[in-house]
């Protein structure tokens, strides 16, 4: 199936813990994002890889940090995890650097105990 | 500062009726507007789209309404299934360092009822 994946799909840690989410796609897209939706649904950018390179960072802690090891894949590490970050992460994808929307994984909801 | 205000944040329509959502946005530099559909426990997929340079666009019982004067645009869902309910997001794309930037509405919860 052509898609963007991500895993895990839940993942409850405690307070302290470091933990990875891995996305990847399948789509032969150039740019890969992270999103964080809140227990509002509000959606908010947090990071954008276009060809491997980060090309948009808002405002996240540094306990968050993305990697890149190649176009089809966007990982998301977090340190220190806090009970704030307890939220659903989706990883999206877009052909030429987003000019016709994007592709977003199902989503992994992160639980901080 | 919320770039892309959405209402009305939820909705209750009866089968059949039409479901109408509204946004309006600030950043005259946004130049594609998707609408996204969200199921629980999945993530938004791309409903339909429109630029800044047509007025309305429809596909199937989707229509995108857009005033690029206003700085509005709406989805209006005909003949509104129970099928549809779901978490509807508008969203502004604009060109932001190197890349397009999706920016989303708060997003509407509709519910249609039988």
């Known amino acids: 199936d052509t898609a963007v994946s991500q895993t895990p799909k839940y993942l409850v840690t405690q307070m302290g813990n470091d933990k990875s989410i891995k996305c990847e796609q399948n789509l032969g897209h150039d740019t890969m994002y992270w999103y964080k939706q809140d227990s509002k649904k509000f959606l908010k950018i947090m990071f954008s890889?276009?060809?491997?390179?980060?090309?948009i960072n808002e405002t996240v802690p540094n306990r968050f940090s993305p990697k890149s090891p190649d176009k089809a894949h966007l990982n998301l590490h977090i340190n220190s995890l806090e009970l704030g970050d307890s939220a659903v992460y989706f990883c999206?994808?877009?052909?030429?650097?987003?000019?016709?929307?994007?592709?977003f994984g199902s989503g992994t909801r992160l639980t901080v105990v | 500062q919320q770039q892309v205000k959405q209402s009305p944040q939820s909705l209750i329509v009866q089968k059949g009726g039409i479901s109408i959502i509204n946004c309006a946005y600030e950043n005259t530099a946004f130049d594609y507007f998707p609408w996204y559909q969200q199921f629980p426990g999945k993530g938004p997929a791309l409903l339909i789209a429109i630029r800044p340079d047509v007025s309305e666009k429809k596909e199937g019982r989707f229509t995108i309404s857009f005033n690029k004067s206003a700085k509005q645009f709406s989805l209006h869902i005909m003949d509104s299934q129970p099928g549809d309910s779901a978490t509807y997001f508008c969203?502004?794309?604009?060109?932001?360092?190197?890349?397009?930037?999706?920016?989303f509405g708060g997003g509407t919860r509709l519910m249609v009822k039988p």
């Open positions: 999206a994808s877009s052909k030429e650097a987003g000019r016709y929307g994007y592709t």
């Open positions: 890889y276009n060809n491997k390179e980060l090309i």
């Open positions: 969203a502004a794309s604009h060109y932001y360092n190197a890349g397009n930037m999706l920016t």
